[in-house]
């Protein structure tokens, strides 16, 4: 799916649950490597401890992330992503001695209905 269209309509509502996907720049397999996938969950919960977001599962696949958290109030969306992108590709890449891209533009988001909205 395009960039562009992953943008559309995308909305960032506090105390609403996302699902995300991010995928590794040109689907390499990264997270193979143990370190590396214990880097990017360091930010991830280094994200859920400054209260930014509620995680509450993530699964580091070999090329991409599925992440499920509920926003807070202080952080949209898209800063939540791009954070956690930019910081794990920043350790990553330093730890690893890498340089250029570690994921790919973009993030498909799912904004999960809570349970109030299901019963009206």
Do not use: C
């Not at 309509?9 to 143990?34: C, E, K, Q, V």
């Not at 370190?35 to 994200?47: G, K, N, S, T, Y």
């Not at 800063?79 to 730890?95: E, P, Q």
């Amino acid at each position: 799916m395009p960039y562009d269209a992953l943008r559309k309509n995308r909305r960032s509502i506090a105390n609403t649950a996302y699902f995300i996907t991010a995928s590794t720049h040109g689907r390499t397999p990264l997270f193979r490597d143990f370190d590396a996938a214990r880097l990017l969950i360091h930010e991830i919960r280094r994200l859920h401890d400054i209260g930014a977001v509620y995680s509450y599962a993530w699964v580091v696949m070999p090329d991409h992330l599925h992440w499920l958290l509920q926003l807070r109030e202080s952080w949209p969306l898209a800063t939540v992503v791009k954070t956690v992108k930019a910081r794990s590709a920043l350790a990553i890449n330093r730890r690893k001695g890498r340089v250029g891209r570690l994921w790919q533009r973009g993030y498909y988001e799912h904004a999960i209905r809570a349970y109030e909205d299901i019963r009206s």
